[in-house]
């Protein structure tokens, strides 16, 4: 069992930093952590708490935390199931590197004391010296890395997504109670006279024709979507980043066009960089799709973004592209909110 002892903690701030806010980038900062070295700070930059029509949850953090005097960025995508009590998450470090963790939480680890046990931990990227660090990392280093007001922050992103999902269920159970109550109602069944011949039957007789009609389930219709389209949520990169600092940055896209984006295919998410208004790079890193993207259908992506080679306040925006044909904001797609970011010798 690996038990933090920590009282009330929030949902996200358990799952999501059960590894991911203390772990350093590098092996040096990995290898020189001991125990008389006091625990790292966290500070989270963007996070993100959605509740399944099943219950489970899900959530995305990027932030930074102090190792040693050193600043560190990272961000992590992961899962917690209530029902099975299973929580898992994967984090990418700025350099790269990842590490994935899977726990079963048997007592509610959303609001009290956090009870673990079948923790396994793996590693990639990192040196031998600094995966033996890892593989050995307790729930209580990395949650008392969180600030109160960071906890503060994760409980109103659960309970504001808890809220929704209620909301949703409460109105597709209301759409489909009005929608049985205009269902028309059976008639009886139709009568039908045959003229037998010879047999058992007399002619004349009456027979019932067994036949319930099936009602025919209608389909909602389908939005009619253009040519190019899309729409992007979340995909804030860290809030200070050095000349040509890489960072991993968790986004998720919607396919608002008629045509789906297959995986590795020619559709990339990208971005562009701005400063004063004026665009100082157009082409952004690419990130493939991991997957086929129906239109209407979202993907959940992790980004690598490089900082600009010169210094200054800078603003980026996600942007889909359609290589050898056009990006889509050229053809009137708006491309994502201005996410500022501050760039540093």
């Not at 929580?87 to 939480?105: D, F, Y």
């Not at 009609?213 to 050095?242: F, I, L, N, S």
């Not at 020619?266 to 890193?285: A, E, Y």
């Amino acid at each position: 069992m690996r038990n933090t002892g920590l009282g009330r903690l929030s949902a996200a701030a358990i799952v999501l930093v059960v590894l991911s806010c203390l772990v350093p980038s590098s092996a040096f900062a990995l290898a020189h952590f001991d125990a008389a070295t006091s625990p790292p700070q966290a500070t989270l930059s963007w996070s993100q708490v959605t509740v399944n029509p099943n219950g489970s949850v899900t959530y995305k953090l990027a932030g930074s935390s102090l190792v040693n005097g050193q600043s560190f960025t990272f961000s992590c995508v992961g899962s917690y199931d209530p029902a099975s009590r299973q929580a898992s998450e994967r984090l990418t470090e700025q350099g790269g590197n990842e590490i994935q963790s899977r726990a079963s939480c048997l007592t509610d680890p959303w609001e009290v004391a956090i009870v673990c046990s079948n923790v396994t931990i793996s590693s990639k990227g990192y040196d031998s010296a600094a995966t033996a660090y890892i593989v050995n990392l307790m729930a209580p280093i990395s949650a008392q890395a969180l600030s109160q007001p960071d906890r503060e922050t994760l409980k109103a992103q659960l309970k504001t997504a808890q809220t929704a999902a209620a909301r949703s269920k409460s109105m597709l159970h209301a759409r489909l109670t009005d929608e049985m109550a205009v269902l028309p109602t059976p008639t009886r069944a139709p009568v039908s006279r045959f003229a037998l011949g010879a047999g058992s039957a007399k002619v004349g007789d009456e027979f019932v024709l067994a036949h319930t009609p099936t009602p025919t389930p209608v389909p909602p219709p389908r939005p009619e979507y253009p040519p190019y389209g899309a729409a992007y949520t979340g995909g804030a990169p860290p809030m200070t980043m050095k000349v040509g600092q890489v960072a991993m940055v968790p986004i998720t896209v919607q396919n608002r066009s008629s045509q789906a984006w297959p995986a590795g295919g020619v559709f990339h998410l990208s971005f562009h960089w701005f400063r004063g208004g004026v665009q100082i790079v157009r082409d952004g890193d690419r990130t493939f799709m991991t997957a086929a993207v129906a239109p209407g259908a979202t993907v959940s992506l992790t980004a690598k973004v490089t900082a600009p080679a010169t210094t200054g306040a800078t603003v980026l925006q996600w942007d889909m592209v359609q290589e050898g044909v056009a990006w889509f904001s050229d053809r009137g797609v708006p491309m994502s909110a201005p996410k500022s970011v501050n760039v540093t010798p």
